[in-house]
């Protein structure tokens, strides 16, 4: 449920259960795939919902698109967390599921993971988003366009920079 | 794999990598029901001081007043969120796993179906609800088995009536996401009539196992199942019982099919005026779900007028027969086109002071629709618009100009036999992005299509020749683009959507997109015209419809100059 620039008043007992039933299971798998912990990752999810009960109660209309408003908190939650954890530590620790058995092969993908996760947190939040909801949940690109409010171009172009990036910021440690 | 400080990293690596990151394990259902848990205690705790705040001085009064129990002052939320939390984290959560194999009869019984009910009500979407009740449908059929394999028959009944009530939900729930996309409903009706193909089948077999005296109630619950696979809409009419048989009712010349989770109102007899709720098929026979008393007479007293919902059985000129009823047809009547006799309709009428109904609206039941598609085919007694037919009705009202091909806007409705039957098409509302060619005070030309300006449409101020705009427009009955509303298009001039062509003086800039035109000395991308230069670079091999990259340059007048166009994998 998409819900834009809603007074709070519309957010009563049904509309509250039904955004989380819409919206839970998404953020659960950007916060994995930034956290790389399944229990992390629920306490993200947990923590972000509450801040949006936060802001509902404060009686202040949100603006914007809610569905980016929640991947925004989501974002900022992993952030502060890699903030207070030392980053390259804990991202170098989280493993990913898929793992090869070649103990050489199994580090540099390691390595890569990390590199990426680090480089997707950077990116301005419209790319992340393009990346996360595009590429990563593979959703059309009227549906992505319609989260950032932009159009199919704009998210077009929003990828191919995103991915632009990424490859940059792993080529600039390669030169 | 890319392996750092080996090579530049490919995009195929980049890919590689990204769909590595994008696989995330299934998520613990006991982890997610605890989160889902906690946040339903804070909505409930949120809500809650909410009402609080707002209406603490008033609420002391009157619960001081009215001394309403404690319990009521918490919300649903918090309640089901408590529940959960027993459930997950208490010993109840044996309780909860030993009564999943309960049978109807058992202690934990209660407690299984509860359980369903809860998911339930914590389930907001309707694709999902439709998906619970077959689920719950099955749980119920199961159970049938069991206790035709353990002998106990005396407790058959109270699954096989769950088991039609769920599919009722199920069906009422394909009804309400019906409205709303045509793709999701084509693909529920199929999954909802496999599955009823699929427990009709299951039914048959189990009958077979029982002794011929238990057969008669599976006959009646496989019949349901057969006919509730051609679930067509809810109904709800009022009529008077013309006859009453143990599986069939006649109310106002009507059959009434009654099923085995029909329920009825103690007491009602022939002669009685009676409002039956149920639902009807695609060939047009009506099942109960439930039949009751007609509170009052309402439908016929009130005030000396009324409305209901019924069957045409006859149209005349001057008269129409509605589940029995006669209705004198006044000129001054309104009547939807394209109802005939066998349509289920709203009718609105009045009483005179002979005792006559004089019918003063008649409209179809099932409310209008919309629908927008590109046109397929076009014939003089009925048109294909994205593969569905509707047939064409004296008063269709038709835009002129549509063509095969045209994306138009459909307003519809479907009679009891599932025909669709058009009542209006036209052109779709629709938007074109491109460049501003000419700016004059009666038209502009955009991408080449010439727009008419009314007085009522909308410019941003400060477009110029060369820009990029979004144009909104509506096609008029003489073909021509009547422009709404125009404005630059935000995502080009943001610098972050990767064209920053504000940059004027000469810089260049570079941005991706599709090829619409090839000419020899100018190219169109994206709708945006690029001249050429002696010095452009083009990748060999481009064409119309490929993904390029394109650097270029704006000129101080608003022109785009192409340096190179190389094509984009991404």
Known sequence: MDVQSQAPHIFDEETLIALYDDHSDSIYRYAFRSLGEANLAEDCVADVFTRFLERVATGKALTGNLRAYLYRVAHNWIVDYYRQEKPEADLEAQPLPARNANPEKHLSEKENQAHLRQALLALPEDQRLVIELRVMEKWPYEAVADVLGKSVEASRALQYRALKKLRQSFNLQWM | ?570
């Open chain 2, 1 to 570: 794999m890319y392996k750092k400080n080996d090579h530049p990293m490919t995009d195929a690596e980049l890919e590689g990598l990204l769909a590595e990151l994008s696989q995330v394990p299934q998520r613990n259902p006991d982890n997610a029901a605890r989160t889902k848990a906690r946040y339903l205690i804070a909505v409930g705790k949120s809500l809650q001081a909410s009402t609080t705040e707002q209406t603490i001085k008033t609420r002391r009064k009157k619960e001081f007043r009215e001394m309403k129990p404690f319990f009521k002052k918490f919300s649903l939320a918090f309640t089901l969120a408590a529940v959960l939390l027993v459930f997950l984290l208490g010993g109840l959560g044996v309780t909860a796993a030993a009564a999943s194999s309960a049978l109807p009869g058992d202690p934990l019984y209660g407690v299984k179906t509860g359980w369903e009910q809860t998911r339930l009500q914590l389930t907001r979407q309707d694709f999902k609800k439709v998906e619970l009740n077959l689920a719950y449908a099955q749980n119920r059929l199961d159970e049938i088995e069991t206790l035709i394999a353990a002998e106990r028959l005396g407790d058959l009944e109270a699954s096989v009536q769950a088991y039609e009530t769920y599919i009722l939900e199920a069906l009422a729930g394909l009804e309400a996401i019906r409205s709303n996309s045509m793709a999701v409903d084509s693909q529920l009706d199929r999954a909802i009539t496999a599955s009823l193909g699929k427990y009709t089948a299951d039914l048959e077999t189990l009958s077979n196992r029982v002794q011929t005296q238990r057969r008669t109630r599976f006959d009646e619950a496989i019949l349901f199942s057969k006919s509730a696979g051609a679930y067509h809409g809810k109904i709800e009419f009022v009529g008077t019982v013309n006859a009453i048989n143990p599986d069939l009712w006649v109310v106002s010349g009507l059959e009434v099919i009654i099923t085995a989770s029909t329920e009825i109102e103690m007491g009602i007899d022939v002669g009685q005026q009676v409002e039956v709720e149920g639902w009807v098929d695609a060939l047009g026979s009506i099942y109960a779900r439930e039949i009751e008393h007609e509170a009052d007479g309402r439908a016929f007293s009130l005030n000396g007028k009324g409305e209901f919902l019924g069957i045409v059985n006859e149209i005349q000129p001057d008269y129409w027969v509605v589940n029995g009823i006669r209705f004198e047809v006044s000129a001054t009547a309104r009547i939807e086109p394209g109802i005939r006799v066998g349509d289920f309709v709203e009718v609105e009428f009045v009483r005179n002071d002979k005792d006559e109904y004089i019918l003063r609206e008649a409209e179809f039941a099932f409310d209008d629709d919309e629908y927008v598609g590109s046109v397929d085919e076009i014939h003089t007694e009925y048109w294909v618009i994205d593969g569905l037919r509707f047939e064409l009705l004296p008063k269709s009202r038709i835009e002129k100009g549509i063509k095969v091909g045209d994306f138009v806007e459909v307003e519809f409705v479907r009679n009891a036999s599932g025909e669709n039957y058009l009542l209006e098409v036209e052109f779709a509302d629709s938007e074109i992005y491109g460049v501003a060619d000419e700016i004059n005070t009666d038209h502009w030309i955009v991408n080449g299509i010439r727009c008419e300006v009314l007085p009522n449409t909308k410019s941003e101020p400060g477009i110029k020749v060369g820009d990029y705009v979004e144009v909104e427009f509506v096609r008029n009955q003489a073909g021509e683009y009547i422009l709404l509303d125009v404005e630059h298009e935000d995502a080009y001039n943001s610098s972050d959507a990767g064209y920053g062509h504000h940059r004027h003086g000469g810089d260049d800039d570079e941005m991706v997109g599709f090829v619409d035109e090839i000419h020899s000395d100018y190219w169109v991308i994206n709708g945006i015209r690029f001249n050429l230069l002696p010095k452009s670079e083009i990748e060999w091999g481009l064409k119309v419809g490929d993904f390029v990259e394109v650097e270029f340059f704006k000129n101080s007048a608003g022109a785009y100059f192409l340096l190179e166009v190389e094509h984009e994998d991404d």
